[in-house]
């Protein structure tokens, strides 16, 4: 199982990052997938979820209406639409296979003026 993390970076508050996430050595289509994040000093949190279809998604509250999961099974890919970021959604965040408990090396999002 591979997991590789894209898209962070700094953001100002109330702007928009998409990340990514590039799955690869299992059958990703068949794959439940969630995004955590951690920020500093915190414990991780899961942020969003998604079915394997893609039929059945959930948020943190937190981050419902400004957050958007979603999936590419002909791509292998896993995308979070960040939107409205705020200085508290400042984390590093992580593309994850809950099932088999698989984690990616995290993609750092900073958000600041």
């Known amino acids: 199982v591979r997991l590789v993390e894209s898209g962070g970076g700094l953001a100002r508050p109330g702007g928009s990052l998409r990340l990514s996430c590039t799955a690869s050595?299992?059958?990703?289509?068949?794959?439940?997938m969630r995004w955590f994040r951690q920020a500093p000093g915190k414990e991780r949190e899961s942020v969003a979820g998604?079915?394997?279809?893609?039929?059945?998604?959930d948020y943190a509250d937190s981050v419902k209406g400004r957050f958007t999961i979603s999936r590419d099974n002909d791509k292998n890919q896993l995308y979070l639409q960040m939107d409205n970021l705020k200085s508290e959604d400042t984390a590093v965040y992580y593309c994850?296979?809950?099932?088999?408990?698989?984690w990616g090396q995290g993609t750092q999002v900073t958000v600041s003026s």
């Open positions: 994850v296979k809950p099932l088999t408990r698989d």
């Open positions: 050595g299992f059958a990703f289509n068949l794959a439940p």
């Open positions: 998604i079915s394997s279809a893609g039929g059945t998604i």
